[in-house]
């Protein structure tokens, strides 16, 4: 398998779950500002939706999304940890906290990555992910990870998105569960691996 990815985009989840399942991939790097791939190829006629993750499947088919993708790698690895069999409400509470991280921190985080919005689009935005970053620390209270006792794929998506705050210059202190949350993913070693493979460390 191929991994497009970008440096702490939100590909890195789908890094770190191929490095948590000792899968064999390959990784090429994408500059979204060229669309071009490290190998100079088009990133746009290969994925024409333009943006990371992007995974080429070794038989040619490719598949997009990052909570499509994590799955799909979960499912190879059925005997894992990463996430609840299929079919049990575990399961959907995986994908309950996938589709939460995709459309209520993710899509949130939007605003600030664009810095001609005026500064009260971005002070809304923060607001609005501060109230859902209370959300998230109050179902890690007493918890390790986000569905218990094992780090699954929501964890990961979880700490990429979660990571942005710190590249952006949010202040995490209201939210010390968080921080201790980042700081105890970023210990994993296969996250480490990941961080030191996409230059962040």
Not at 43 to 59: M, Q, S, T, W
Not at 96 to 116: Q, S, V, Y
Not at 134 to 152: I, S, Y
Request: net charge negative; charged share 20%; with cysteine.
């Amino acid at each position: 398998m191929k991994l497009f990815y970008t440096p702490g985009a939100c590909s890195m989840a789908c890094h770190i779950t191929l490095r948590e399942l000792a899968l064999p991939f390959d990784l090429i790097k994408v500059d979204l500002a060229t669309g071009r791939t490290e190998t100079g190829d088009d990133f746009r006629i290969l994925n024409p939706k333009g943006y990371v993750p992007a995974l080429e499947l070794d038989h040619g088919e490719w598949l997009t999304e990052n909570q499509v993708i994590l799955q799909y790698l979960v499912d190879q690895v059925p005997a894992g940890d990463l996430a609840p069999p299929q079919g049990t409400l575990e399961r959907y509470r995986l994908m309950e906290w996938l589709a939460f991280i995709a459309t209520e921190l993710h899509k949130g985080f939007a605003p600030l990555w664009n810095r001609d919005l005026p500064k009260e689009v971005h002070q809304m935005a923060r607001e609005r992910l501060g109230k859902r970053f209370g959300f998230v620390e109050k179902t890690l209270l007493g918890h390790e990870w986000l569905l218990g006792p094992n780090f699954t794929i929501a964890d990961a998506y979880l700490f990429t998105v979660l990571n942005w705050a710190h590249v952006l210059k949010m202040d995490l202190s209201p939210w010390p569960g968080l921080e201790s949350y980042i700081h105890r993913v970023g210990n994993r070693p296969h996250v480490k691996a990941t961080l030191t493979a996409e230059g962040l460390v």
